[in-house]
């Protein structure tokens, strides 16, 4: 794959109908589980107790990149000799034992009540992980609603001849650019900065404002540049 933003955008994505599912207790079963696509109508969402067993810390793969990610408080005891020596050569000794940062980490250790998506769970546990408990669980309808949209904004991208229509039809911006449109009154594409920037001029002179203009962010200081430049 080499476009990972569309890739998961053009996958199936929550809708409607959120509920609490009222037999949490069926995943449980590895079968269940097992059988869960991506491309089932319903989704699940779980609140469950995952054990990294010891066998798998001598995994390679865990190693380099353990599965189920999650946001943690980061203390001085936690951290490794060299780490703790480069904090206190940076912050010195008396407030680096005070430390403590939030921080978005991949480890080794059992996570409980831990908040993740049906796919990510049917991943880890086929990497060797436990399932120990399910405490809830969410449903919802689910459904590829940005699939057809993506691959045309793909298709764009890959015989697009400037870089503008190619920054244009990139994954992470050109669905931000979607949501946008929808909420826009007028919108017109240019195939330059220059030409762009004269519009903007020539809309100022004729309503005495400016309106909103959308533009990718390699793009805007440039935009700017030619605005301020234009007679």
């Known amino acids: 794959m080499n476009n990972l933003y569309g890739g998961s955008q053009a996958e199936a994505l929550p809708?409607?109908?959120?509920?609490?599912?009222?037999?949490?207790?069926?995943?449980?079963?590895?079968?269940?589980?097992?059988?869960?696509?991506p491309d089932d109508d319903v989704g699940y969402w779980l609140e469950c107790d995952i054990d990294f067993g010891k066998e798998l810390h001598d995994k390679r793969a865990f190693n380099c990149y353990p599965p189920l990610p999650e946001t943690k408080v980061i203390t001085y005891k936690m951290l490794s000799p060299k780490a703790k020596k480069l904090l206190i050569d940076k912050i010195g000794k008396t407030a680096a034992k005070n430390y403590k940062s939030k921080k978005l980490i991949s480890t080794l250790q059992n996570k409980r009540k831990y908040k993740v998506h049906y796919l990510n769970l049917q991943q880890a546990m086929k990497f060797g992980c436990k399932l120990r408990k399910v405490h809830r669980v969410i449903s919802f309808k689910q459904k590829k609603i940005s699939e057809n949209f993506l691959n045309f904004m793909t298709k764009r991208r890959k015989y697009s001849k400037t870089k503008i229509e190619e920054r244009l039809c990139k994954g992470k911006i050109f669905t931000r650019n979607l949501v946008l449109f929808a909420n826009a009154i007028n919108f017109q594409f240019f195939a330059c900065l220059t030409s762009a920037a004269s519009a903007l001029w020539v809309t100022a002179a004729k309503s005495g404002h400016f309106f909103n203009i959308l533009v990718t962010p390699f793009t805007s200081r440039k935009l700017l540049q030619l605005v301020n430049k234009s007679p």
């Open 15 to 37: 809708i409607s109908d959120f509920r609490w599912d009222p037999n949490p207790e069926k995943f449980m079963d590895p079968n269940f589980i097992e059988k869960l696509t």
